[in-house]
């Protein structure tokens, strides 16, 4: 049974990833392709804990690498319980953020040197690396509106109050992220595929798609 693909989606706050992961993972079903859809901080009982825990409200403020340290473990439980078990049986997993979003917010934006992110991805991820990822780019103040929208009460994304410990930090740290993400995609031009997250959703589906046929690893399309 061949291996299956491991497709990550990354990009700063508001910029679409989980709508587009789960199009991905529908667009691949509906293609009779095995798909898994999960995220990160997440996906493993474990993982969702932790995810609780990063996110979760909090007046306790931590340094880069107590957070990298925790979104390590969860990603070490992730990888172990879900992502490489079902890479093993065959099946696609499409991931909601994953070690790129550390590299980013704790390297980059949260000042972490990187020979300590390095080291923490060849422990955690080890041969794991994603097969491609999909940077979906927007502005940093059209991302934060999005996702300050979909966090209010009532908003389009129905997160209710659901605003994580990462949104309300200023403007130039969401533009240190997105700066992150793009410097990424470039050095990795190969894995990473960026695509303007301020088209419509349909179209950044398509080109979703298209960029998974271009690297034949699906034909048609
Ligand atoms: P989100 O997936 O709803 O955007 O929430 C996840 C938050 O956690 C987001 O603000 C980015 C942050 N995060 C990190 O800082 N490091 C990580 O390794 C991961 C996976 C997420």
């Known amino acids: 049974m061949a291996r299956g693909k491991l497709i ?5 706050e508001g910029a679409g990833k989980s709508t ?3 199009l991905l993972a529908e667009r691949l079903r509906a293609e009779g392709v095995g ?4 995220r990160e901080p997440g996906g493993s009982a ?7 825990l990063i996110l979760g409200p909090s007046t306790a403020d931590r340094g880069a690498l107590a ?3 925790l979104f390590s473990a969860a ?3 992730h990888l172990e319980r879900t992502i490489r078990p079902a890479l093993e049986a065959g099946q696609w997993v499409i991931c909601d953020r994953f070690s790129d979003s550390t590299r980013v917010y704790q390297g980059v934006a949260g000042g972490l040197p990187k020979a300590v992110i390095e080291a923490l991805e060849r422990l955690v991820v080890a041969e794991t690396a994603p097969d491609v990822t999909v ?3 927007l502005p940093a103040a059209d991302g934060l509106a999005r996702a300050r929208s979909r966090s209010e009460p009532g908003g389009p994304g129905g997160r209710g109050s659901d605003a994580d410990a990462f949104e309300g930090r200023p403007l130039s740290y969401h533009e240190r992220l997105r700066d992150g993400f793009l ?3 470039t050095a990795e031009p190969e894995r990473c595929v960026v695509i303007d997250a301020l088209q419509p959703e349909a179209e950044v589906a398509q080109q979703v798609w298209a960029a998974i046929v271009a690297r034949g690893l699906r034909q048609g399309g």
């Open 35 to 38: 798909a898994v859809l999960t």
């Open 46 to 52: 474990f993982a969702e804990q932790v995810r609780a």
């Open 135 to 137: 940077v979906l780019d």
């Open 20 to 22: 587009q992961a789960r």
């Open 67 to 69: 957070e990298a340290l």
């Open 75 to 77: 990603r070490a439980d």
């Open 8 to 12: 990550t989606f990354e990009g700063g």
């Open 183 to 185: 410097m990424i995609a």
